[in-house]
């Protein structure tokens, strides 16, 4: 039986963080024997919120693909794609936008996050800042149309989108309504099973709050991003009593990268008082920088092959674009353009 076909996207965000890793990749990873993966990078949607910031999006774009390539997406298992360079999604997403009621996308509860982390970029004050571009209202028309492109039938995404892919299954069946076809299915959500990652502070993990990992740093900047992890804050001396499920950060990193025997080992000195926090973390970076030492090596490799890597992207475009060329002469034909 053939395959089904999965398309996912990361917005072109420059190098990637553990949260990235855990959250996402591992995942893509694994799902790249079970389906056809269709896995780009979303310049355009990028664009959204970031227009007049471009001067790095060229090499934030590559990055996030080495990041990919380290942590074992395959291209000779997956496609692997920039989203500019697939044409024919643009020209769904132009389709689609016709038919596309402009309430759903006004509603859409993401959008309305991201309007707010928009103001608070831009300052309320700047009055001449537009708040909301057409473009970014469009944001899960964009979505639905690097789905549908593909035809996808399954797509990886976090709880956060979830509202975005709502509307990507009714266009999909507004679509197939108005022009009276079955061309496109109403593509399944596959929500990530593992807990997003917290930054070292405790927050959410992200670049701008200065308190993630990220796959790419080294191991010493890694091992000092880890000395910062929040520990369990009632403890003051380092035979006081530890409790781990309050540790805030850096029980859940072992819990997230050490072995179940560490883990348990780690659990068990804490809360007899036999542990002192800066030893556990020391250990901490010590089995972090272990795990992703073939991941780093892999992607230097990588850095010192870039033509191959645009060599990978290209190949994985074109590839896209014929899929979706194939989807697209369809549309057209439904529509009667
Ligand atoms: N909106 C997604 C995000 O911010 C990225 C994305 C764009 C995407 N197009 C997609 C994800 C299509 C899955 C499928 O993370
Ligand atoms: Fe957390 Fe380790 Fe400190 Fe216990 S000893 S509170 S697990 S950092």
């Known amino acids: 039986m053939e395959k089904a076909n999965l398309v996912s996207g990361m917005r072109s965000t420059g190098k990637l963080h553990f949260g990235h890793y855990m959250g ?48 074992g997406i395959d291209p ?41 982390i928009l103001k608070n970029k831009t300052g309320e004050s700047s009055e001449n800042m537009p708040q909301m571009s057409y473009g970014l209202l469009g944001y899960p028309v964009l979505m639905s149309a690097d789905i549908m492109a593909l035809n996808a039938h399954v797509v990886p995404v976090g709880i956060d989108q979830l509202a975005h892919l709502e509307i990507t299954r009714d266009i999909a069946r507004r679509f197939n309504n108005i022009y009276k076809t079955d061309l496109f299915n109403e593509p399944k959500p596959k929500l990530t099973q593992i807990p997003l990652l917290m930054g070292v502070d405790g927050q959410k993990m992200g670049k701008s709050f200065n308190n993630d990992i990220k796959i790419s740093d080294d191991e010493i900047a890694t091992s000092k ?27 859940k990193y ?9 883990v348990q080992q780690v659990k068990c000195e804490c809360s007899a008082g036999k542990r002192g926090c800066a030893d556990c973390k020391r250990q901490l970076g010590n089995i972090i920088n272990e795990k992703f030492k073939p991941i780093r ?41």
């Open 254 to 262: 072992y819990e997230a990268f050490a072995n179940k025997e560490t």
């Open 24 to 71: 996402v990749l591992t995942n893509w990873v694994k799902l790249q024997d079970e389906y056809n993966c269709f896995y780009f990078v979303a310049d355009w949607h990028a664009l959204t919120t970031k227009y007049d910031k471009t001067e790095n999006l060229r090499k934030d774009k590559i990055d996030v693909v080495l990041d990919w390539l380290a942590c």
């Open 76 to 116: 000779n298992k997956s496609t692997i794609y920039f989203q500019s360079k697939v044409l024919q999604i643009a020209e769904l997403h132009v389709l689609l936008s016709m038919i596309t009621p402009n309430n759903w996308v006004e509603r859409d509860p993401t959008l309305k996050d991201m309007v707010k």
């Open 225 to 251: 991003k880890i000395m910062q992890c929040i520990t369990d804050r009632s403890r003051v001396r380092k035979d006081d009593i530890g409790h781990p499920d309050k540790c805030e950060v850096a029980f």
């Open 297 to 337: 090596e892999k992607r230097q490799e990588f850095e010192k092959n870039i033509d191959a890597v645009y060599d990978i992207i290209n190949e994985g475009s074109k590839k896209a674009a014929s899929e979706a060329e194939k989807t697209m002469e369809k549309a057209r034909e439904a529509i009667n353009i």
